[in-house]
């Protein structure tokens, strides 16, 4: 009895008050999408006992912004005669904080990526309103939007939804969810939904971007009609790393960077030594 004990204790160990704060954020990753994190953490939430509760359990960063959104709304006193529309209001609410969670999580599963429009594949079915209990009829009733970057604290439904559409379905797909650090996640979203995933740019800057890529695809060009046939990892279709690494190099000047050391793959090698060392 006592090894067994004792054995527990061992198998048991990772699991310290020090890695609390670790473990949650797994969890948190967990709920919202099983598949990612490791699988040795996965078989471990999913044997975790649920005290006869068939029910799922919910994020608790979701709730937390849910109930601090509550304590900021002066106009939550109601008419105790309206608890019950009150209630059920609420139980959108929540619903509609999840929506805008799973959008976060697989909106990049429902972007439009192929240019062409041959690839077609049909959209994650938690990004759908019905999913959550929502219906059409729900479109136009004001909800809060949480930590979404809107502009506003509240808004429409259908506000709320056609941003979420637009910043993670269109032509970019923004992958980002796996990351632990809350604050890194909360940059990205910053960053994402202010512009809707799609930023401004002056004339002056989208001329050099154009005069980078021209630059990189007209290299790729000169070597295959140089050396035709010779094996050369080109950079095809990748262009836009050329510019990447420019605007790269430029902002780490900016922040006292000294040093910069580029280890990468075959593929693109030539035209980074050309445009971007040469």
Partial sequence: MQESV???????GYLSGGNAAYVEELYELYLHDPNAVPEEWRTYFQTLPNDGNS????SH????????LLAKNQRRAQPVSAGSVSSEHEKKQVEVLRLIQAYRMRGHQAAQLDPLGLWQRPA???LSINHYGLTNADLDTTFRAGDLYIGKEEASLREILEALQQTYCRTIGAEFTHIVDSEQRHWFEQRLESVRGRPTYSAEIKGHLLERVTAAEGLEKYLGTKYPGTKRFGLEGGESLI?????LIQRSGNYGTKEIVIGMAH????????NTFG
């Avoid at 004792?6 to 048991?12: D, G, I, K, L, V």
């Avoid at 960063?61 to 601090?68: N, Q």
Wanted: hydrophobic letters at 45%; proline letters at 6%; a negative charge.
């Fill in 267 to 274: 593929r693109g090698r030539l035209n980074v030594l050309v």
């Fill in 243 to 247: 510019p990447l690494l420019d605007e």
């Fill in 6 to 12: 004792m054995q527990r204790m061992w198998n048991s």
């Fill in 124 to 126: 994650p079915a938690d």
């Fill in 61 to 68: 960063s979701t709730i937390r912004d849910h109930f601090v």
């Fill in 55 to 58: 029910a799922n359990d919910v």
